[in-house]
């Protein structure tokens, strides 16, 4: 299974990494939790190296048509309007991921 990750972190939204899950991992009975860590864990450049900074916070990962940040535990749902409104190189915007943790 292929999971997009738009690279927000330190890049832009339209610079999608495509995260190869293996087969067996995802079964009919996958949360979108545990969907969204194989992303993580599978967008780390120690499992799949590419051309692209590994799937950081900061990042969107898209998922059955939702969008999710990562965050530094965990992650936030976003709106579609959210994701459109999100900055390129968040990461270098800590003022903005503040307020995306709601701090």
Do not use: C
């Amino acid at each position: 299974m292929k999971i997009p990750v738009h690279m927000t972190a330190y890049s832009m939204k339209s610079d999608i990494r495509e995260v190869e899950i293996p087969d067996e991992e995802i079964t009919p009975k996958t949360t979108i939790e545990k969907a969204l860590a194989l992303a993580f864990h599978y967008g780390q450049n120690d499992f799949q190296p590419l051309k692209h900074p590994s799937v950081s916070v900061g990042d969107v990962v898209e998922l059955k048509g939702k969008f999710y940040m990562v965050l530094g535990v965990g992650w936030k749902e976003l709106t579609e309007s959210e994701f459109k409104g999100l900055p390129d190189n968040i990461a270098t915007k800590p003022k903005f991921l503040n307020k995306m943790y709601g701090e």
